[in-house]
């Protein structure tokens, strides 16, 4: 018997990649975004970003430590993207004690009650902004609108946007009057003062996070481009139909949290498909609900919803949608 053989179980083939520089990377790509979101809210949107960053890595950290005894992972910066990415899908008036239920909810029950990084079947972002959204409803819609730059003083409250489109829409204006009454316009949708999240002011913002992404090969375009062709198309279709009850699909696809979830949120490792055709079916199955939602459900927006919805079929798609076995054409 040779004594140099080597016996061990797979994988064999190890990539230098780690889930710290993956999720580094990540917070690196969430930096325009929360710069943005800094310049025109103010520095009350700084410390949201901070409370739900320190926050999840104190709960993270205590519950591994003293609850569950195990090994703290709070290095893999995992936790900390929960974090950035929950601040980043609140409203800029968050008090900050919503942010700390928020930021319990997402790390001790939707992330470390399945067992921790890589074991949870939910986005945990969304699983703590949904659960807000549902207990504290009038906190998670109390939105402030950016009037001029470094927000601040210079902050109106108001509806957003999908809201007041929404509410227009039942009393029978039509989707173009409103938008011409409140000014609204295809620049301003792309890059600010659309109302909203702290996350969803500036698609241009989060664009440039998703090229970055890219080009460090974190992610696959797959999951993103269907869910934003499938929202387009589909929205192309209803605003065809009748224009004057549905907006243009690029209203559609740069408002609310389509942009900042498609390519943030659904393209979690962990609770999103392995295979491209599954990556696919995921986002097409994410754009399909969350234009049904915007435009036959209570809620003016839909994609939390649809993710967290999809999240829960991941398993089945991975049983039934197959990536190719190693070496097959």
């Known amino acids: 018997m040779n004594s140099k053989l080597l016996i061990s179980p797979a994988p064999h083939i190890h990539h230098n990649n780690s889930t710290q520089k993956i999720m580094l990377d990540v917070v690196i790509a969430l930096i325009p975004t929360i710069l943005v979101s800094i310049l025109f809210y103010g520095p009350s949107t700084l410390l949201i970003i901070a409370i739900a960053a320190v926050s999840a890595l104190a709960f993270e950290w205590f519950i591994q430590k003293y609850v569950a005894r195990t090994k703290v992972q709070i290095g893999d910066l995992s936790a900390l993207v929960t974090g950035l990415l929950l601040a980043l899908n609140l409203p800029p008036s968050s008090p900050w004690w919503l942010v700390l239920i928020g930021s319990f909810v997402a790390i001790a029950i939707a992330k470390l009650s399945f067992g921790g990084v890589g074991q949870n079947l939910f986005n945990p972002a969304l699983v703590g902004r949904v659960f807000l959204l549902i207990s504290f409803p009038v906190l998670m819609t109390d939105w402030s609108i950016p009037t001029s730059w470094f927000g601040g003083a210079d902050l109106s409250s108001g509806a957003t946007i999908l809201s007041i489109v929404k509410e227009g829409v039942k009393e029978?204006?039509?989707?173009?009057?409103?938008?011409?009454?409140?000014?609204?316009?295809?620049?301003?949708?792309?890059?600010?003062?659309?109302?909203?999240?702290?996350?969803?002011?500036?698609?241009?913002?989060?664009?440039?996070?998703?090229?970055?992404?890219?080009?460090?090969?974190?992610?696959?375009?797959?999951?993103?481009?269907?869910?934003?062709?499938?929202?387009?198309?589909?929205?192309?279709?209803?605003?065809?139909?009748?224009?004057?009850?549905?907006?243009?699909?690029?209203?559609?696809?740069?408002?609310?949290?389509?942009m900042l979830g498609s390519v943030f949120m659904a393209t979690d490792y962990v609770t999103s498909p392995m295979g491209k055709g599954g990556m696919v079916l995921f986002g097409i199955g994410i754009g399909v609900i969350t234009v049904l939602i915007r435009n036959f459900g209570v809620y003016p927006e839909g994609v939390s919803f649809a993710i967290l919805i999809m999240n829960a079929t991941v398993p089945l798609i991975n049983k039934y949608v197959k990536p190719k076995k190693f070496g097959r054409r």
């Open 172 to 258: 029978g204006v039509a989707v173009d009057q409103i938008l011409s009454q409140h000014n609204f316009t295809f620049q301003e949708l792309f890059f600010l003062r659309v109302g909203g999240s702290v996350g969803e002011l500036s698609s241009l913002a989060i664009l440039i996070g998703f090229i970055y992404l890219l080009i460090r090969k974190v992610i696959k375009p797959h999951i993103t481009l269907s869910i934003l062709g499938t929202v387009i198309l589909l929205s192309a279709l209803f605003w065809w139909i009748e224009p004057a009850l549905y907006p243009h699909p690029l209203f559609v696809v740069f408002t609310g949290g389509i």
